[in-house]
């Protein structure tokens, strides 16, 4: 009996000794969670009927989208969500260009420099 406790107390003492605590920087573990909810914002956007209704028109099951996507590793997907976020901030550009443009010619025609628009009327009038 004192053999079989000799022998269940060595493996209980490696099994504890193989555990090593390691220090998890800030950066570590925000860039963690970090790839985490780009992964899970993916997922979600696979979701989205739009998507889905894209994806199988382009000929391509959706079930296999969601496995490739997982498949990706954690670079390659904050490079997808980066990708995603310059499209948008790209389009959002052109509205703002447009609309200083649309403004101008709004402010020139009410100082009577120009006639672009039929619905202003001249400030000297």
Do not use: H, W
């Not at 490696?14 to 605590?21: E, G, I, P």
Request: with cysteine; glycine share 6%; aromatic share 4%.
């Amino acid at each position: 009996m004192a053999g079989f406790l000799a022998a269940q107390m060595l493996l209980a003492a490696q099994t504890t000794t193989m555990v090593q605590a390691e220090l998890l920087t800030t950066e570590a573990a925000i860039s963690k969670y970090a790839a985490i909810a780009d992964r899970d914002y993916l997922l979600g956007e696979l979701k989205k009927k739009e998507i889905r209704d894209e994806i199988i028109a382009q000929g391509v099951d959706p079930g296999e989208a969601e496995a490739r996507l997982s498949a990706l590793s954690d670079v390659e997907i904050a490079s997808i969500v980066e990708q995603m976020e310059e499209g948008t901030a790209g389009g959002n550009a052109v509205v703002g260009a447009l609309l200083t443009v649309f403004v101008i010619l709004l402010v020139t025609d009410l100082l009577c420099l120009t006639k672009v628009f039929s619905f202003t009327r001249c400030a000297t009038r």
